[in-house]
C-alpha cells in the first residue's frame, strides 16, 4: 500500500499530503473530514508509514520493511508499532472517554521507541466525550517534539471548536457510492412497500427482511471481530482487569463494525427514494442511481408522486440521524417504514 493508493479515491489528499512530505512542512496535527471514513484511516496508515519507514520514497511507506508491517497490521484494530497509537469509541455508548485520550498522550510524551515519529490517530473524534476533548486541547496546542496527530471524522461542526482549529483541514471527497447486492432483498421490499400505498402489512414484511438482513450481519461480524483481535490465544493470561478491558474493545468494535454495515444499508434505501424522487419529477433518467431498476423505478416514481417521495427522503435522513443518537433502533425502523406507506406513527424514544 503507498500513496498511489490512496490517490485512486482521493486524487486531492494524496497530492496535499505527498506534496508535504517532500518539502518536509508537515504539520503537527491534521483534521480529517469528510464521510470517507475507510479513505481517511487509509491515509491516517499511509502517513504514519511515511514519517517511519526505513526507505521511504516520494510514493510513502515501502510496505515491506518491519516499520511498514507493524503499521500496516490489522489486528490488534490499529495495528501493532509501539509508536502509533489509535483511539476508538471502546464503550457500548459509541464514546471515546478521558482515559484513553490521556493514554494517547502518554504515548505522545515519550520518545520513540522503534521509529522515528510518534503518530496518534482518533478514529471518529466525534465521539470524544467533552473531558476528553479539553484534556487533550493542551496537546493539540503543544504538541511533543516529533510527534503527529490525526483526527478522523464525518461530522467534523460535531468537535469542540477549539479542537476544530488546531489542526490543519484536509477535506475528503465524497465516498464513491456502489450498489451492494447484499442488499436487494430489502430494496425489492422497499419498492413493494411504496407500490402498494398504505399497506400496513408490506411495511412489517420489509421490516422484517431489515431485521433479518441486520442480525446476520451482527452474527457474521462478531466472530470476524474476534479472529481480528486474535483472542483465542490470549484464553490463558490470568490479568482479570486485562480481560475485562479486551471485552469491552471486543463489544466497541462489534458495534462499530455493525453500525457501519446498517449505515450502509441505509445510505441504500435512502439512494432508492432519491431515484423515486428523480422519477416522480421526471427529471433526466441519467441521474438515476439503481440503472438496473430504471425501468421499474419510472412508473413508481409517477404513482408514488413528488409531495410523497420528497417525504419519503426526508423520513430515511430523519432515522439515520436517530440511529447515530442511541434511538431504539427496532422501534425507529418501525416508525420510519409506517411513515413510508403514508401512517402516522409516534416519534421513536431515546435510550
Known amino acids: 500500500m503507498s500513496f498511489k493508493d490512496l ?3 482521493q486524487p486531492a489528499v494524496a497530492a496535499v499530503l505527498q506534496r508535504s512530505l517532500e518539502n518536509e512542512r508537515l504539520a503537527h496535527a491534521y ?5 470517507a471514513l475507510e479513505d481517511m484511516a487509509l491515509a491516517a496508515r499511509e502517513l504514519a508509514k511515511a514519517v517511519n519507514c526505513e526507505s521511504a520514497t516520494k510514493q510513502g511507506g515501502c510496505g515491506q520493511c518491519a516499520q511498514c508491517q507493524k503499521i500496516e497490521a490489522t489486528s490488534p484494530p490499529g495495528g501493532q508499532h509501539p509508536d502509533v497509537q489509535w483511539a476508538f469509541a471502546e464503550s457500548k455508548s459509541r464514546r471515546i472517554r478521558i482515559k484513553q485520550m490521556r493514554e494517547l498522550e502518554r504515548l505522545l510524551h515519550q520518545k520513540p521507541g522503534m521509529g522515528r515519529m510518534k503518530v496518534g490517530v482518533v478514529f471518529e473524534a466525534d465521539r470524544l466525550v467533552p473531558d476528553a476533548a479539553n ?3 493542551k496537546t493539540l496546542e503543544e504538541p511533543p517534539d516529533r510527534s503527529l496527530i490525526l483526527l478522523l471524522t464525518a461530522q467534523p461542526e460535531q468537535l469542540l471548536e477549539t479542537v476544530q482549529s488546531r489542526g490543519q483541514r484536509i477535506q475528503f471527497g465524497a465516498a464513491e457510492a456502489k450498489v451492494n447486492a447484499a442488499h436487494t432483498a430489502v430494496l425489492d421490499g422497499l419498492m413493494t412497500l411504496l407500490d402498494e ?12 427482511v431489515v431485521r433479518g438482513f441486520l442480525d446476520a450481519e451482527r452474527k457474521r461480524i462478531e466472530p470476524e471481530v474476534e479472529a481480528r483481535m486474535q483472542l483465542d490465544r490470549y484464553r490463558e493470561v490470568e490479568d482479570e482487569d486485562w480481560h475485562v478491558k479486551m471485552e469491552e474493545e471486543r463489544l466497541a468494535q462489534v458495534e462499530a463494525d455493525y453500525r457501519r454495515v446498517r449505515g450502509g444499508l441505509m445510505v441504500s434505501m435512502e439512494w432508492l427514494l432519491r431515484d423515486v424522487l428523480v422519477c416522480a419529477q421526471e427529471a433526466d433518467e441519467k441521474l438515476v442511481f439503481h440503472r438496473d431498476r430504471r425501468d421499474a423505478l419510472a412508473p413508481l416514481g409517477r404513482k408514488v408522486g413528488l409531495e410523497r417521495a420528497m417525504d419519503n427522503v426526508a ?3 430523519e432515522v439515520q440521524e436517530q440511529l447515530d443518537h442511541n434511538v431504539n433502533e427496532s422501534l425507529a425502523l418501525e416508525v420510519a417504514l409506517l411513515r413510508m406507506c403514508g401512517l402516522s406513527a409516534p416519534a421513536p424514544v431515546v435510550t
Open 7 to 9: 490517490a485512486k479515491s
Open 31 to 35: 483534521l480529517f473530514a469528510g464521510d
Open 315 to 317: 423520513v430515511i435522513e
Open 197 to 208: 400505498s398504505g399497506s400496513v402489512l408490506a411495511a412489517y414484511r420489509l421490516l422484517g
Open 135 to 137: 484534556a487533550f486541547l
